[in-house]
């Protein structure tokens, strides 16, 4: 059964810091691995989809990793802002269907 | 729509009722989704449709559980005899297609059910 384990499970940062974010699963047959956004109340905003055969996918100043061999992924954010301050949420398609299974997010605050 | 769209936002129930959550998913989306997050925790998945069918429902807790896309486009979670354990926020998400790794999905807001 996949398991996604992320870390650390909150963080808090002074603006314009850049900060990583680590995502870990233990079924490296994988067919992708997506990060997401949550803020409180709302549902989540896919930010970064990552195929199993790439390296990396960039959008902006986040920038996503992935090693499958290793079953690892990161989330770089680059001089972070106080509207980067959510839960962001690492998740793998492992099975058909596109189901899938999710780690239990990190909660960032980006303070002024 | 838009969006995916659920409803209702919000559901307070007593223990031993029947609820719906109801979830229109984005206009042409062939596949529909339901997850359940409980606080604090990522989501888990429930069921997912491809069309009128459900193609996968492995992450239904118990037979209290039941959905139906009756027509291929909206869809409800039902819920029997809810218990207090049930409380979460419930997710819906469609994709154009449930082809492994081709499609993002998009997500509603939740239907945030407490039972008392």
């Known amino acids: 059964k996949q398991e996604v384990t992320q870390i650390p499970a909150a963080l808090s940062v002074p603006e314009g810091e850049n900060l990583v974010l680590n995502c870990s699963f233990t079924d490296s047959a994988i067919y992708n691995l997506q990060w997401f956004r949550q803020d409180p109340g709302k549902g989540l905003t896919s930010l970064l989809l990552?195929?199993?055969?790439?390296r990396e996918q960039t959008s902006g100043r986040l920038n996503a990793s992935l090693d499958k061999s290793s079953g690892r992924s990161t989330l770089y954010i680059a001089a972070s802002q106080p509207g980067d301050s959510a839960t962001y949420l690492c998740a793998v398609v492992t099975g058909g269907g596109n189901k899938l299974t999710f780690g239990t997010g990190t909660q960032l605050k980006v303070e002024l | 729509g838009a969006g995916v769209s659920q409803t209702p936002s919000n559901k307070v129930t007593e223990k031993g009722k029947y609820v719906e959550l109801r979830c229109d998913p984005i206009s042409g989306h062939t596949a529909l989704y339901w997850y359940r997050q409980s606080l604090g925790q990522g989501p888990e998945f429930l069921i997912y449709f491809q069309g009128t069918g459900a193609a996968d429902d492995s992450g239904l807790p118990n037979d209290r559980f039941f959905a139906v896309r009756p027509e291929g486009s909206v869809s409800t979670l039902k819920i029997q005899r809810t218990e207090r354990g049930d409380s979460a926020v419930y997710l819906c998400?469609?994709?154009?297609?449930?082809?492994?790794?081709?499609?993002?999905?998009?997500f509603g807001a939740g239907s945030r059910l407490t039972v008392l």
């Open positions: 998400a469609s994709s154009l297609q449930p082809s492994s790794g081709a499609n993002v999905l998009t």
């Open positions: 990552i195929q199993s055969s790439q």
